[in-house]
């Protein structure tokens, strides 16, 4: 499917530019699905996709895969003190699969403060999987607050508001097939 970024980008004014155009990332999100099917040829993953932001990246990326693999999904809700990320999630929705023996892919849209995905690396950890890793299509380190080690990394973007194939600003633009930049 092809889009015409610059059309949709005149149609949504609040928008600044496009940071990655729409066929860029189709582009990048086959060649990261070669490498996890090159890399789980002998297994069957489960690819647990962490709603809502990364349910784009998951649904393009699960078609590209060329192994039998399983997805699921968990939904979570992060605590905030003042304004900023705690870090601490309370998981809204878990996931359906035992994951204790199988090999778990986590599927994020963004890798920000790190905060998020560290928390759940844990909780996930005490389920006893056989192996445990991170496919993200956004890694933003300027913003690290943990180390979080990253198995697959689409892009690496500078310390921007973000929105676009799966990411909101107040739940709006999720649908936008590529990454672009909001106005200040
Ligand atoms: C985003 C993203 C990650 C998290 C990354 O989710 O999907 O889960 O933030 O941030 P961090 O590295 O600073 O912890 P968000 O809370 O925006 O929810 P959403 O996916 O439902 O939009």
Sequence with gaps: MTWDDEDLLRKSPNLERILIPSLDIQQRVRQLANEVSRDY???VPVLVNILKGA?????DLTRCLTIPHEVDFMAISSYHGGTQTTGVVKIEKDLKTNITGRDVLVVEDIVDTGLTINYLLDMLQTRAPRSLRICTLLDKPHARRKEIPLAYTGFEIPNEFVIGYGLDYDEKYRNLPFIGVMKS
């Design 41 to 43: 040829a002998d297994t």
């Design 55 to 59: 349910f784009v990246f998951l649904a």
